[in-house]
Structure formats: structure tokens, C-alpha cells
């Protein structure tokens, strides 16, 4: 048994560190999409969601802050849009 894995292992090297290179690189790339992408627009949507909670509560200076903060993680349009609906009743 101990032979015929040697064997395996000797013949079929290169593969076997292909597939090693390859695990790597997509694991890297997965980290990398997380790290730059899905954490910040998880955040951001945190932040848009208490956000909107407050603007509809009358809430309206902490409900800017909490869109900032959103903006600040990730742009979105509705974030945009409902940054610029606080800003109006502020204004009123």
C-alpha cells in the first residue's frame, strides 16, 4: 500500500502541485473578493439599513450620520438617494 502511494506520488508530481498552485490561487482570489468587496458592502448595507430605520422614525440627524458612515464603506445609488432625502428635511 506504502508502495503504491510512493509510486503515485513520484509519477505524478507535477499534477499533484498544479492542483496545489491552482487551490492556492483560487483561495487568494476568494480572500481578496471578501476582503475588498463583500465585508465593506456588507457593512454598508448594515449601516444603509439603520439608517433607513431612522430616517423613517424622524430620527433624521443620526439617521445622517448612519448614511455617511454607510457611503464611506461602499457607494450605492439608493444610499445616494436616500443621503440626499435626509439632506432636504434637514434643510426644511
Not at 500500500?1 to 482570489?29: E, H, P, Q, R
Amino acid at each position: 500500500m506504502v508502495k503504491k502511494i510512493k509510486s503515485y506520488l513520484s509519477t505524478n508530481k507535477k499534477d499533484i502541485f498544479l492542483c496545489i498552485i491552482a487551490t492556492a490561487i483560487i483561495t487568494a482570489a476568494y480572500l481578496s473578493y471578501l476582503y475588498f468587496v463583500g465585508v465593506p458592502m456588507t457593512k454598508a448595507q448594515i449601516l444603509y439599513n439603520q439608517a433607513l430605520t431612522q430616517y423613517q422614525e424622524g430620527k433624521y440627524q443620526q439617521a445622517d450620520e448612519s448614511i455617511k458612515r454607510s457611503i464611506k464603506y461602499f457607494k450605492e445609488d439608493k444610499s445616494l438617494k436616500l443621503e440626499q432625502d435626509i439632506k432636504d428635511y434637514l434643510v426644511d
